[in-house]
């Protein structure tokens, strides 16, 4: 009777954890074990539940951060098309030919992070903080969009009521949460209409 108990309380945990491990294998990466017990096979248990939440996170953050770099990539791809559209006019070409330059080397600094992010054992790419100007950030990200605007129908205007903005940040993660704000802007706006960018100060 005695061994029966034995081998019960043994047998049961053990294909639980099977099971979980099984699941977790199959794809099922919210599997678990949940085993309380102080033993040995407890602290398996433990260890096996630890790993599963560091690799669905690691998966969770890969399949974000690839998400928004596509995202990300839509946007010089858009940009490029109508830099073609224009450069296939004169009064354009010099422009559109220097607005295609410059999306074709955005193109490759978001390959050279998808690389990055690939390489790395991380789930994401590090966050590089530096001393930038915010108020030149958004003035070049505005010169940049103009010529898009334009071929819209729209107008685009930048103002800096706040003077020099120095802050510490990241200068790619300032510049895509900018760049989409201003992008949308341009895209749902009625042709005709004037958008303006405005930089200053709160509390």
Request: negative net charge.
């Amino acid at each position: 009777v005695f061994s029966w108990l034995l081998a019960v309380d043994l047998v049961g945990p053990l294909r639980q954890m099977a099971e979980s491990v099984g699941r977790f294998g199959a794809g099922d990466l919210d599997a678990r074990m949940h085993i309380t017990r102080n033993d040995e096979i407890g602290q398996l248990a433990r260890s096996f539940d630890q790993m599963a939440d560091r690799i669905s996170s690691l998966a969770q953050a890969r399949r974000r951060l690839l998400q928004d770099i596509s995202h990300e990539l839509r946007s010089p791809l858009a940009r490029l098309g109508v830099g073609v559209q224009l450069a296939k006019r004169e009064d354009y070409r010099a422009n559109a030919l220097g607005q295609m330059e410059r999306e074709i080397n955005r193109l490759g600094e978001l390959v050279n992070n998808l690389l990055a992010v690939a390489r790395s054992p991380r789930p994401g790419l590090e966050s590089e903080s530096q001393r930038l100007r915010l108020d030149l950030l958004v003035e070049e990200i505005v010169d940049g969009c103009r010529l898009e605007a334009e071929a819209r129908g729209t107008g685009i205007t930048v103002s800096n009521r706040a003077g020099d903005v120095e802050l510490r940040g990241d200068h790619e993660l300032l510049w895509r949460a900018v760049e989409n704000v201003v992008r949308n802007a341009i895209v749902h706006s009625p042709p005709q209409s004037v958008i303006e960018v405005t930089v200053e100060r709160a509390n």
